[in-house]
């Protein structure tokens, strides 16, 4: 049987005993997924913010405006 330490608490134990892997437990699944909501968490992102990314609605302007 193979053992991990769990990511959250750090604890050894059992893959195929857990109905929570890659964690130990339903209760540190849970507080992880809590760090992610509360940005404790987060993917590094190197990639250079371009404006445009950010308009969720873009002005439409008419071809006589131009």
């Known amino acids: 049987m193979a053992k991990i ?6 604890k050894l ?3 195929e005993k ?3 892997m890659p ?3 339903a209760r540190c699944r849970q507080i992880d997924l809590g760090r992610w ?5 987060s993917v590094p992102n190197d990639r250079p913010l371009d ?3 950010f308009d969720v609605f873009p002005v439409q302007r008419d071809r ?3």
Do not use: I, N
Not at 5 to 10: F, G, I, S
Not at 37 to 41: A, D, Q
């Open 13 to 15: 134990f059992e893959t």
């Open 23 to 25: 964690f130990c437990s």
């Open 5 to 10: 330490r769990c990511p959250t608490c750090d």
């Open 37 to 41: 909501l509360k940005e404790e968490h």
């Open 64 to 66: 006589d405006e131009d």
């Open 18 to 20: 857990s109905p929570a």
């Open 51 to 53: 404006e445009e990314e």
